[in-house]
């Protein structure tokens, strides 16, 4: 807030109490201070945002920390080919959030996790097959955008969605629409398998699945927009967390993703 605002604040209690109502210039000077102090407190950046919705009743969370220290179900996600392979690194990045469900959760036993993932697709149809000749290395079996495959490992359930596009030149690409497809097959996954159980995810599209433009706090907004509009329609959970890794956190502002969420 600008010294301008406040002095204008103090025009206007002028304007209608008398001077003499308020005491003298201390209560000028509390006045300030008080505007001052909440001013202040408006621009401290802070690491959480949070709303409390009802009809139906859930809370949703936007937090820094590491998503795989939640202790409840997650989203991850991958590309239409569910490669899983981090060999080298130009398959799936070591740094990406596939790389570190495979390390957290199948303790990077890529057999074991391609085993799951292969029952769990058993369900869906293959959309197209690559031959090896376009596409030497990788998955070759592809599954159209939007497939969810639900992994249970322990008490946990884990819904792989493929929101992106992998090019034989190993490329990953997605884009504004085939997010909000993923994320509205996301949320329909989540209603049918879980029991209302507690859900993070992390900031899908901010690895290098190139969602257009969007920037990371574009598309936590995209993300909450989305679960907000669909918990409108049925309960999902009654707690979503959107993880934030702290590595994005100062490309996003709390308080406007606060403002947001407030809105609606």
């Known amino acids: 807030m600008s010294f301008a605002t406040l002095a204008g604040g103090v025009q206007l209690t002028l304007a209608v109490h008398p001077i003499s109502a308020l005491k003298g210039i201390g209560a000028i000077f509390a006045m300030l201070a008080a ?14 945002a949070t709303r409390e919705f009802f009809h139906p009743n859930f809370t949703v969370t936007v937090k820094t920390g590491d998503l ?25 990045s070591p740094e990406s959030v596939q790389a570190q469900f495979l390390k957290s959760i199948y303790s990077d036993q890529v057999t074991e996790l391609d085993e799951d993932l292969h029952t769990a697709l058993s369900a869906h149809t293959v959309s197209h097959v690559e031959a090896e000749l376009t596409k030497p290395r990788g998955k070759r079996e592809r599954y159209p955008i939007g497939t969810v495959a639900v992994l249970s490992k322990g008490t946990a359930r884990h819904y792989c969605v493929a929101y992106s596009r992998m090019s034989n030149n190993l490329v990953a690409r997605s884009s504004v629409n085939d997010l909000w497809q993923s994320l509205s097959s996301t949320w329909s996954a989540i209603s049918e398998h879980s029991h209302l159980n507690s859900v993070a995810i992390p900031i899908l599209g901010s690895d290098l699945a190139r969602v257009g433009n969007l920037g990371r706090e574009s598309l936590v907004k995209m993300i909450l927009l989305s679960f907000v509009a669909k918990s409108r329609e049925e309960l999902i959970t009654r707690n979503l967390s959107l993880i934030v890794h702290p590595r994005d956190a100062e490309q996003i502002n709390m308080n406007e993703v606060q403002a947001f969420l407030k809105a609606l």
Do not use: H, K, Q
Request: with cysteine; net charge negative; glycine share 8%.
């Open 35 to 48: 505007s001052s102090i909440w001013a202040i407190a408006r621009s401290i950046p802070t690491d959480l």
């Open 68 to 92: 795989f220290t939640e202790n409840c179900d997650l989203v991850i996600g991958f590309t239409d080919l569910y490669d899983t392979s981090t060999e080298g690194g130009d398959i799936i």
